[in-house]
């Protein structure tokens, strides 16, 4: 054993058995792209003109990215809402108060209305005395295994917490809403504290620290309170990072990770492994991975392009990233285009005012002028290198990754961040596809593997 409590014996080992096992699926299994066309399959439930086909009903969240006119759909200005209400309009309406808008944004999602003071007040109480682990958990299941994906880990401790509850397959709404607002409670520690472990077990810091939330700080500000070492931030610090868990805590039932939550709930299965599956399915980088390559592409551009003032030194280094020719040669431009928005992306509208304010605070006004620069200029150099008429905007994953970076949050955290958002939403849909479904979902699937004769062993 070594000294992180893990078996000598290297598991991650490819084989050459092994490869010659992937080789066979390589070329075995290759269904030929044509007969998706053949057979009008819709891949990744998406239409020849990239809609997302209709696979159920919702309350909780409308995407508008279109709109009639004249008959004809045309690409309009985004907009999100949330049980109706306009995500920007709810926004101002915090920020005008001067209050923190997470948990009552929690609030609007699971429960449909806005609440409130005195329903407010009672839901954060709810929230904080939900904030805390079972004894021992810490070090029994966080400490004992780091892992290097937060989002691993995260998920790990998410299945580990069924042991502890003594109640955990009991599908009743007020059963599964008590497990969801635990689960919206315990994010943050499970995410920093996972951090923690990882930071001193893995990396090689000197120092582990744990300090147990505060009830009477909000969601944003416990999360700076935890992972600092001091536990200090500014105001405009939490409220920023109050305010981009409001633009992610909800984007529709057709995005990975929601989908995933209504069809592994749709089975009957307990709500542990409902979230555990739509963690696992954010984690992919197609999903919840943007604003790190975002960050890492800036890095990029700050490297080499002498001038960051230089509108055409800025346009010619953003068509070699199209080309291929630098940063990871992907040929994308990261944080610029989304599968709905054109026109615009409303979480990145709202998140830009805010953005500018904190790189004032920290003195980086420079890299938020190549954040605006490279944000004009991208569409028109996207347009003009591939032929593209359909706009593309920045999304929140241009901005999220610089306001994360200027809060001084560890990349690891990146997408557990968004997870302790989105849990809100997920939470909601859970319960919605709960209260209103009757039927696994089960969508059909065409062989097209053709019929063959069995081969004794012998005449193989």
């Known amino acids: 054993m070594n000294l992180n409590g893990k078996n000598d014996k290297d598991y991650s080992e490819i084989t050459p058995i092994i490869r010659e096992y992937a080789d066979l699926c390589i070329n075995d299994c290759k269904i030929k792209p044509e007969l ?25 969240s409308e995407i508008v990215s279109k709109k009639k006119v004249n008959g004809e759909t045309v690409p309009c200005p985004g907009k999100l809402y949330y049980r109706g209400y306009d995500v920007e309009n709810l926004v101002a309406g915090f920020v005008r108060d001067n209050r923190f808008g997470f948990e009552e944004t929690i609030y609007l999602l699971l429960f449909g209305e806005l609440p409130n003071k005195s329903q407010l007040d009672t839901f954060k109480s709810t929230l904080a005395g939900y904030r805390s682990l079972p004894e021992s958990f810490v070090r029994d299941i966080i400490m004992k295994a780091p892992s290097t994906d937060m989002m691993n880990s995260l998920a790990r401790s998410v299945l580990t917490l069924y042991s502890y509850d003594n109640n955990p397959d009991d599908i009743s709404v007020a059963n599964v809403l008590r497990q969801c607002l635990q689960l919206i409670a315990m994010f943050p520690l499970l995410a920093v504290y996972g951090y923690h472990s990882y930071s001193y077990y893995i990396k090689g810091n000197s120092s582990f620290f744990i300090h147990e939330p505060d009830p009477k700080l909000s969601t944003a500000e416990n999360i700076l309170h935890m992972l600092r070492i001091d536990s200090k931030y500014t105001p405009l610090e939490a409220k920023i990072l109050d305010l981009a868990l409001v633009l992610h805590a909800e984007h529709g039932g057709g995005n990975n990770s929601t989908f995933t939550t209504h069809v592994v709930s749709s089975s009957g299965t307990d709500t542990y492994s409902a979230i555990a599956a739509a963690l696992g399915s954010l984690k992919g980088p197609k999903h919840g991975g943007a604003n790190i390559k975002v960050c890492a592409m800036f890095d990029n551009i700050k490297e080499n392009v002498k001038d960051w003032e230089d509108e055409d030194e800025v346009a010619e280094y953003l068509k070699k990233i199209l080309h291929k020719e630098v940063f990871d040669r992907a040929g994308l431009i990261y944080g610029i285009g989304h599968a709905v928005y054109s026109v615009s992306d409303p979480r990145a509208t709202v998140f830009r005012s805010f953005v500018k304010s904190l790189s004032e605070e920290k003195g980086l006004d420079k890299e938020y002028k190549l954040y605006s620069l490279v944000e ?4 028109r150099v996207i347009a003009d290198e591939r032929k593209m008429y359909k706009g593309v905007s920045a999304n929140i994953d241009f901005y999220s990754g610089f306001v994360y970076d200027m809060l001084g949050l560890p990349h690891e955290l990146y997408t557990p961040i968004f997870a302790i958002a989105r849990i809100a939403g997920w939470s909601a849909h859970r319960i919605e596809e709960i209260v209103n479904s009757g039927k696994i979902i089960r969508p059909a699937y065409m062989n097209v593997q053709p019929r063959r004769e069995y081969i004794p062993i012998n005449e193989r």
């Open 36 to 60: 998706y066309v053949e057979h009008k399959v819709n891949r990744g439930l998406r239409d020849l003109n990239g809609n997302g086909v209709l696979t159920g009903l919702t309350e909780i």
């Open 376 to 379: 004009s200029v991208a569409p």
